[in-house]
């Protein structure tokens, strides 16, 4: 396992993590989450992704009991809990600074920890000042329930401002940003927040590296009976996946997996190492339904040397 720095934090995350959406509690029960858990940990994952929202606390209760029962010392890995859609009322969601202390306390009762390392604002809160927010954040760092604070699918101004205004309270800045990045989904990584890794030592802890699945390959042939765009609830994901744009992308990963047969690896290994190949990515976090997929994703670092730059403009030229 490689580790890199979160951004200019001192922590050092693995560059694959394991997150949890969609999975755990839908597809994944505690038995099978445990087993994953374990393989990704054993193989140097120290990173494990989780949100209040993810299948409404039930995926935090997985993990927590999985934590537990694995026996792990808390000094060997890093949990993280993201804040944002804890309920339906008005207290139970947004940035205030009530929901982000009920949901952190939730978070930490759920994942049966004394602290969360990571705890990101899963969007941005326009009803929500950043004054409120980097306050709130401030103080459960002082009350030692979490570690690091971040974002997740903010916009680089509002992050900016996040910044300054922490800097202006004399507060503790944001130290991380959770972004949608693969090779459909790039602006916002490779351009927007070029400014913020420069000037704040931003660190990303990214998603969606197969872009749910399509840059598997899986979905040339129609969506698969078991995968998450069949799922009950998961229905604008099917949509999407149908929709010109989606089938653009699915043609697209069809010729990215010849690409991929060439070098000898899968799809996927190839896509996420394509992630990985980006210096300002702190660390790419896995999904997987399966034990198998975890397997076959664990293998992309190893595909890094092979993505040469005759590899990568070969990549280019589909994506692009
Ligand atoms: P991916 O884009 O990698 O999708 C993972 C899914 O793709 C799996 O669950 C599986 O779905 C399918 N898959 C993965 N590997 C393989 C394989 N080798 N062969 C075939 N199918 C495969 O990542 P996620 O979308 O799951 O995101 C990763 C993590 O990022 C999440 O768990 C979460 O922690 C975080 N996240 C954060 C968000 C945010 O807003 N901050 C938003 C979304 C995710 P299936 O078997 O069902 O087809």
Not at 84 to 99: C, E, I, V
Not at 233 to 253: H, L, N, V
Not at 303 to 308: F, G, H, I, K, M
Request: net charge neutral.
């Amino acid at each position: 396992m490689e580790y890199r720095r979160l951004g200019n934090a001192g922590l050092k995350v693995s560059a694959l993590s394991f997150g949890s959406w969609v999975t755990f509690s839908n597809q994944v029960d505690t038995k099978n989450a445990k087993e994953m858990m374990a393989y990704a940990y054993d193989h140097g994952v120290n990173f494990f992704d989780n949100a209040e929202v993810y299948a409404a606390g039930e995926s935090e209760k997985i993990m927590g009991d999985c934590i537990q029962q694995l026996g792990w010392g808390r000094d060997t890995y890093i949990v993280s809990s993201k804040v944002f859609w804890g309920g339906k009322l008005p207290t139970q969601m947004g940035l205030s600074r009530k929901h982000i202390f009920d949901a952190c306390h939730a978070a930490l009762k759920r994942l049966k920890v004394d602290y969360l390392d990571l705890y990101f604002c899963h969007r941005p809160d326009p009803d929500t000042p950043n004054e409120e927010i980097v306050w709130a954040m401030n103080d459960l760092m002082r009350q030692g329930k979490i570690l690091y604070w971040g974002t997740s699918e903010w916009p680089s101004n509002v992050l900016i401002n996040a910044f300054e205004t922490a800097d202006k309270l004399h507060l503790t800045r944001p130290t991380m940003e959770q972004p949608e990045y693969n090779m459909f989904e790039r602006k916002k990584v490779e351009e927007d927040f070029s400014y913020l890794y420069n000037e704040f030592g931003l660190g990303t802890t990214i998603w969606s590296p197969l872009a749910s699945g399509i840059l598997t390959g899986k979905y040339e042939k129609g969506i698969p009976e078991k995968s998450r765009a069949n799922l009950p609830g998961y229905e604008w994901m099917k949509e999407r996946f149908q929709s010109a744009e989606g089938r653009s992308k699915i043609e697209k990963a069809a010729k990215l997996n010849i690409v991929a047969k060439e070098l000898g690896v899968s799809l996927s290994q190839m896509s996420i190492a394509w992630c990985l190949k980006n210096p300002n990515v702190s660390t790419v976090i896995l999904g997987a339904s399966r034990m198998e997929q975890l397997q076959e994703n664990m293998k992309s670092l190893d595909v890094l040397p092979r993505l040469t730059k005759d590899v990568m403009k070969k990549i280019s030229e589909i994506i692009d």
